[in-house]
Every structure is written in C-alpha cells, then in structure tokens.
C-alpha cells in the first residue's frame, strides 16, 4: 500500500515552454503533498508544501509564479513549471501524506526534467 | 528537527554486513530516528524507524544508543541493489509534525563491491 506515482518520468523541452508534471497518491488519500527539487549530486531541497484545496506554501527562494501548484483533489498534485530554461532541468520529486493511518510521507519515483 | 551527521561515503563488501553510522547529539525526546535510502535516479525509500528500542525489518535493522545520540542502520548482507545514498533523518513523529515536510541532508553514499 501508500504508492505514490509521477508522470512523466523524464520529458524534454524548449526553452521558454512549461511543462506540467503530476503526483497521484493511487491508494490512499493525501491531504498534503510535497513537492522537491534535486540537483546532480546534491540532496532534495523541499520546494512547496501543498494542502488540498488550498494554496501552496513555498520554500524560501522558490518563485510561486514560475513553479505552479495545484492540489485539487485527495489524490492528484500538479507541479508546473512556467517559461522554463535550462537552469530548471532537474530531478524533481514529490511525496504525499495521507491522514488516518498514512501519516507517514511516501515518495514517488520523480521526474527528470531536461531543458534545452 | 534535530541535526545529523553521516559519513560522506562508505563501501561494503557484497554479502557482508553493512553498517552505517549517524551523529544526533542534540535529538530531543519526542523525535524519532528514520532512515530513507535513495538509489540513483528514484525516490527515496523509506527503510525503518525507531525511538529508543532497536528495531528491525525485513530490509534492516536499526540499532539506538541508549542516550540516543547515535545510531547505526544495519544491511546484514549487502548486495549490489543495496548501492545508494542512505538518509538518516531524526524528527518528531509525523502525527505531531502538522504537515511539515521531511527535510534532507546529504547522506551517506553506500557503495556496494562485488
């Protein structure tokens, strides 16, 4: 139980174009959902925090308008990433916790984001 | 939470015990020690968790110094698939947390010869 799932795993794009990744809790309900970043040979930094039906809270040095988060429903965040450029391609991450027995944060597989 | 500290990088014989060191001198009572582990290219995994008790799994075991202060994460028989940055995390337990994120530091960077 407590899987976590992303897509895409890795995409591609221009310069200038965003890109939406999604988080989906697939077998519990996530009342908040995290979203990080990683950089080669670096640890996760933690990006946002988002609470369902509400608007997320942003880390320190993270642009709320250029990283968009939405977390509409129980099961799905999206993170999207507006006019990206290269210095955005990274490995990013997001993680769920649940209420009632998924207290814990569960991880998903991440997505590897190439800007070219 | 409480601070860390880990070795930059370890290696492991394959089949043999692997044991992995963190430093919480300043762990306060209520907070509990997790490890994740992350292998390249993936999320991180949650290993096991403890408070003051040993704990074991069917991946490790974790073993918790009386004062706390340090514990050690036990593979008791490393293979190469266990190749990856291991996390060691001191926090309170997440029902308390609120919705605080787990937070990362760098970890130790196990490395499994065959």
């Known amino acids: 139980g407590a899987v976590v799932s992303q897509h895409p795993s890795r995409v591609i794009c221009k310069s200038g174009t965003s890109v939406k990744i999604e988080c989906r809790s697939l077998d519990f309900q996530a009342t908040t959902m995290f979203w990080y970043r990683q950089f080669p040979k670096q640890s996760l930094m933690l990006m946002a925090t988002?609470?369902?039906?509400?608007?997320?809270?942003?880390e320190q040095g993270v642009e709320k308008d250029k990283f968009l988060i939405n977390h509409a429903s129980l099961t799905l965040s999206t993170l999207t990433v507006t006019s990206a450029h290269p210095e955005d391609s990274s490995f990013y991450i997001c993680?769920?916790?649940?209420?009632?027995?998924?207290?814990?944060?569960?991880f998903g597989p991440g997505t590897r984001l190439t800007v070219t | 939470d409480a601070k860390t500290t880990q070795p930059t990088s370890m290696d492991c014989a394959e089949g043999r015990a692997a044991n992995l060191p963190c430093n919480h001198s300043t762990i306060s009572g209520n907070e509990y020690v997790y490890w994740y582990r992350q292998i390249h290219s993936q999320g991180p995994q949650y290993i096991i968790h403890?408070?003051?008790n040993n704990e074991t799994n069917e991946m490790a075991s974790l073993i918790i110094t009386e004062d706390r202060k340090s514990s050690t994460l036990i593979l008791p028989h490393a293979t190469l698939r266990d190749t990856a940055v291991y996390y060691c995390i001191v926090r309170v337990s997440p029902m308390d947390t609120g919705r605080r994120a787990l937070t990362f530091g760098s970890g130790t960077r196990l490395q499994v010869q065959p």
């Open positions: 988002s609470n369902e039906g509400s608007k997320a809270t942003y």
């Open positions: 993680s769920a916790r649940g209420s009632r027995d998924t207290y814990e944060q569960y």
């Open positions: 403890g408070l003051k």
